[in-house]
């Protein structure tokens, strides 16, 4: 029960972490995306606002964020309204999901690191998986406004009123940098403040003698070239989650365009990949996420810390 | 022939060499892990979990091309 909450406070946090940085983004965004949508066809690259209430911009993926989050809560909280010991329905399903996710991340993490850290990966692949599959509920994307021409003809609306929450670089970045927070946070308990800059700089290996002291500056530039790709980490997950929803969405919308007469048909084949795609970038985002805290919380030398079924592949890096 | 159509090619074409790149990468990814589960299916999940993670970096690249490369 407790990790329960635990993980509803999590869905909670990155629900309502974009709020910031889309409002933020849309100042510079959203004039290129009205000139670009003007010319081209197809999905806009940024979200478009909704609403404005003062500074705080509403956009149409936040919409379909906040519904899913508060979905999932609510689903959730009914579903554990009275817990029976056998459990049954609604019950079962979250249940399995969590269940089946905890066996996963303690596959991979060992049992240890993936019962501190469960609350966030179960959150992230939970939210993902379900904002992705939302973003293809047909009407998404679909439904909106635009603006007459001069002879008073619709050709196309401007403004969807829901888009695919991951075809946002705000969601998709907000997430990747909550988790560099949280893997911050993570690698300073496990190792402490010497022993995270030792485990990024410091000479692995046992060499003794003056090989020691070349290893020492072998692993100082080795250090420096891990601390620029640790820095790349954020852009990249949230480019390649954003890249791939915002590429399914627009994939579909040119499918359903390309033969006339067929728009009915054709994307539906597409549709199946974008349920798969959306699966396993969900899967995609919660393993590497999943991976980076563990390179960075294994120790090399104590050896006695090891979880029982240790994973002796993963801890050499 | 093959000079002058090179030279008369015009576009995204870092693109279009990142995403045949990912794309060769990606089905090599694949194949291996057949392979891999065909001789030890009892490790499916572990080599499900490489895979998936070599894939996402390989496509990664494609990525990188459409948005950060201009």
Known sequence: MRTFLLFLVGVLGIAFAPLAFAAEGHAVAAPA???????KEGIPLYAAPVAKFGPLVLTNSMVITWAVAILLIIGAQLAMRNVRMVPQGAQNFWEWLVEGLDDFLGG???????????WFFATLFILVLATNWAGLIPGVGSIGWGHPDENGHFHHFTTSLLRGANADLNMTLA????????WIVWALQANGPGGFVMHIFGPKGDTTGIMKWGMIVV????????????????VSLSFRLYGNIFAGENMLETMATLVPGFGWLIPIPFYFMELLVG??????????????????CSHDEEHAHEPAHGHAGEHKH | MLIPMLAELTGNVHVAAAAAGAAIGVGMIGMRASEAVGRNPGAATKI?????????FAEGIVFFAIFLVK
């Open chain 1, 33 to 39: 995306g009205h000139a670009e949508h003007a010319e």
């Open chain 1, 108 to 118: 991979i993490m060992g049992a240890d690191l993936a019962r501190k850290t469960f």
């Open chain 1, 175 to 182: 997430m990747s940098l909550v988790f560099f927070a949280c």
């Open chain 1, 219 to 234: 692993f100082l530039a080795v250090g420096v070239l891990e601390v620029v790709s640790i820095a790349f980490r954020p």
């Open chain 1, 279 to 296: 699966m396993v970038q969900a899967l995609v985002f919660m393993l590497l996420t999943a991976v980076f805290t563990l390179l960075i």
């Open chain 2, 48 to 56: 499900l979990v490489q895979a998936i993670l070599s894939t996402a």
